[in-house]
């Protein structure tokens, strides 16, 4: 077998988005803005307000710096849901860096059309190197990105050295347990094309190496059980909508991948929040 390196696991990230099953699923079920995990107030609540909430719930962990002048560094930033809501509420300059060119042009095209194309910048690379100087950005924020890397020690290091000195580093991602043996998670994370996610406890390590202050998880794990059950039922209820963009191949192993994230989020094996720090 190949070994996996991350600029191997990068190219396979960038495939998967590009696929017409992948690209019709995220933009018709996840909603076509965000791509992460909701923050719910219902458990039927609709799956793109529960994601806009997320956003807004990491904006205000920002702690002021994203008004005019502002600079935002935003890590996998997939349809640029989170980059159109922090320009277009705090008026802050977002540079969104993205691997998948298909998102990326779909991310530029609704910038345009929403005018919001002069403040956000789209650029196609690898959080793996970001190409940016030291000490360019008031917050790199990140959601539900970090999952996809082969070395994550990698991206904050990245991250961090690109951060302003008392700039703020704020990311959610999808987790294991601290506990849980990651070989269970093989089959529920298969779909992803990753080796393994990272855990809690990774993360607060890697936040200490870096000698990050004020570095906290707030840990909303709750949520992630409930978005699973949303993205089942809705793709369960329009199915027959969904066989026009998606292949109904596809949408056999989504139906049983969902079912395996849903039982891991019950018995405990996965973690969700949101990471925050500063520099
Ligand atoms: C689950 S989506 C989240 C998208 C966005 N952050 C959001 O919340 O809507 C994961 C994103 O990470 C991006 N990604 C994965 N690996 C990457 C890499 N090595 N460099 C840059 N982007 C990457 C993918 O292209 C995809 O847009």
Not at 39 to 54: F, N, Q
Not at 73 to 79: A, H, P, R
Not at 218 to 238: F, I, K, S
Not at 255 to 266: G, S
Request: aromatic fraction near 8%; include cysteine; hydrophobic fraction near 40%.
């Amino acid at each position: 077998m190949t070994r996996e390196t991350p600029a191997s696991t990068a190219e396979a990230t960038r495939r998967y988005y590009e696929t017409s099953d992948v690209d019709g699923f995220y933009a018709a079920v996840w909603g076509g803005e965000d791509i992460h995990t909701g923050i719910y107030a219902d458990p039927r609540e609709s799956i793109a307000t529960a994601s806009r909430r997320t956003v807004a719930h990491l904006a205000a962990k920002a702690s002021g710096r994203l008004g005019a002048g502002g600079t935002v560094l935003d890590l996998g930033s997939g349809y640029g849901g989170a980059a159109r809501y922090l320009a277009d509420r705090f008026g802050c300059q977002v540079v969104a860096l993205n691997i998948s060119e298909r998102q990326n042009q779909r991310h530029r095209e609704t910038n345009a059309e929403r005018g919001l194309a002069g403040l956000i910048d789209v650029v196609t690379g690898s959080f793996q190197q970001i190409p940016c100087p030291d000490g360019t950005f008031d917050v790199v924020w990140s959601q539900e990105a970090l999952c996809h890397s082969g070395d994550r020690a990698t991206v904050l290091t990245e991250a961090a050295r690109v951060l302003k000195p008392d700039g703020r580093l704020l990311f959610t991602d999808v987790m294991a347990a601290d506990d849980c043996p990651p070989e269970t998670l093989r089959p529920v994370i298969a779909r992803l094309g990753i080796e393994a996610l990272a855990t809690p406890g990774f993360y607060h390590e890697q936040l200490a190496r870096l000698g990050l202050a004020s570095a906290e998880f707030e840990d909303l794990t709750g949520h992630l059980l409930t978005h699973y059950l949303r993205l089942a039922e809705e793709t369960a209820q329009h199915r027959e909508d969904l066989v026009r963009v998606i292949s109904p191949a596809y949408l056999d192993q989504l139906d049983d991948n969902l079912a395996r994230w849903i039982d891991a989020c019950r018995d405990g094996r996965l973690r969700w929040g949101v990471f925050a720090g500063q520099r």
